[in-house]
């Protein structure tokens, strides 16, 4: 195999091998080379995909370690979020180090073969984290809806949950490798991806479907899933108006961050991934290119810390960790309290009962006595 330093093309390489030149053309076929940063932006770019591998390793590792080791927080809804961490760890793992070595020498390090395999594969990680968000997004507003759920059938929800978000994402980043578009250079040709530049009705058709189907789609679901919940909480406030103001407030504090932060990280990459498709060839410079990759690729950061270190049920205590900055051991005691506390329901009662007579009414009740208002058990269950 034939391989360029700087932009993976071979019309300049020494020898005309006729299979080398055809696998070229069919692989450079009406693209351009991409353009160089400067070497101060490589630098720059380098920097800032080495701290985002680094502290997305960091963190996405310590949140696994922690539901491996404390049991208590292998909740139904827990699970989801392992799954975005796991899939955030392998793009830390398996996607980073690669174009943080390429941005330090200014080219693909790996040749042809390696573009493609790691555009499948932050592709593939990429969507399963948007899916997965989406699916956890409508997992809390069924479980806001049906809070009396068995918890056997919620396990088997949220697994088909998991399951699907993997194979959907499988199924949409299969097809460039069968030749529904391709991966190719991305940016200034330090990383790879979908190839965006190609304006062929082949290559279009498949960013349009990409786009609708794996950013505006998992979107919509978000909003429509957090919006039912924060309209189904207000509606309570009469109820119980100090409890459930604080409530209100604290979800929709959770609420803002996440769809906010799922914009900031990945709109970009849409619309810049769209411009390129549609505009002109000129239209993006290596930097307007380059800048939003670095902001998708950032998420993997960001989620553990909304998702999963924003959660009341993780405390911590005294320091346990020590990688860069002191971490702190989770508080099992803590842990089973949040647990008792989501689990036990108010009873309907003007005067607000303590948390103990809650839990006790909670088990002393008959099954088939009238329990409180659903609007009550639905805020008494939302997991936050």
């Known amino acids: 195999m034939i391989v360029c330093d700087v932009n993976l093309s071979c019309a300049h390489c020494p020898g005309d091998g ?22 101060r932006g490589h630098l720059v770019v380098a920097v800032c995909l080495g701290f985002i591998g680094t ?3 960091l963190s996405n590792f310590l949140v696994l370690a922690l539901f491996c ?27 980073t180090p690669f174009s943080f070595a390429a941005s330090t020498q200014g080219r693909w390090l790996i040749g042809r073969a390696g573009c493609v395999w790691y555009g499948f594969v932050n592709a593939c990680l990429g969507i399963v984290s948007l899916i997965s968000l989406a699916v956890l997004s409508y997992e809390r507003y069924c479980t806001m809806m049906a809070p009396t759920i068995a918890s056997g059938r919620e396990y088997r929800s949220v697994l088909g949950g998991i399951c699907f978000s993997w194979l959907y994402s499988v199924a949409w980043t299969v097809p460039p490798l069968l030749g529904w578009s391709r991966y190719g250079p991305e940016g200034p040709g330090t ?5 965006w530049r190609t304006q062929t009705p082949n290559n279009i058709s498949y960013i349009v479907c990409l786009f609708t189907f794996c950013l505006l789609l998992p979107f919509l679901v978000i909003l429509y899933s957090y919006g039912k919940l924060l309209h189904t909480i207000r509606q309570v406030r009469s109820v119980s108006s100090v409890v459930n103001r604080h409530r209100e407030q604290r979800v929709l504090v959770m609420v803002i961050t996440m769809v906010v932060c799922y914009l900031v990280c990945w709109l970009p990459y849409g619309v810049t991934a769209l411009l390129a498709t ?26 553990p810390f909304i998702y999963i270190f924003m959660n009341k049920q993780v405390r911590f205590s005294r320091p346990c960790v020590k990688v860069g900055r002191t971490f702190s051991r989770l508080t099992l005691r803590t842990v089973r309290r949040e647990r008792d506390q989501q689990v036990s329901a108010p009873a309907p009662s003007s ?14 009740r008959e099954p088939a006595a009238a329990g409180p208002k659903p609007k009550l058990i639905l805020v008494a269950h939302y997991r936050e």
């Open 351 to 364: 005067v607000q009962p303590t948390p103990n007579s809650v839990h006790e009414s909670s088990q002393s």
């Open 18 to 39: 006729g299979a080398a030149a055809t696998a070229t053309d069919a692989y450079e076929e009406a693209s351009l080379p991409p353009p160089t940063l400067s070497p």
């Open 69 to 95: 080791r404390y049991r208590a927080l292998r909740t139904p809804m827990n699970l989801l979020l392992v799954s975005i961490s796991a899939s955030d760890l392998l793009v830390s793992t398996l996607g």
């Open 191 to 195: 990383t790879c991806s979908v190839d």
């Open 278 to 303: 549609f505009g002109p060839q000129d239209l993006l410079t290596p930097e307007a290119s380059i800048t939003p990759s670095l902001l998708a690729k950032f998420s993997t950061v960001i989620n």
């Open 55 to 57: 502290f997305g390793f």
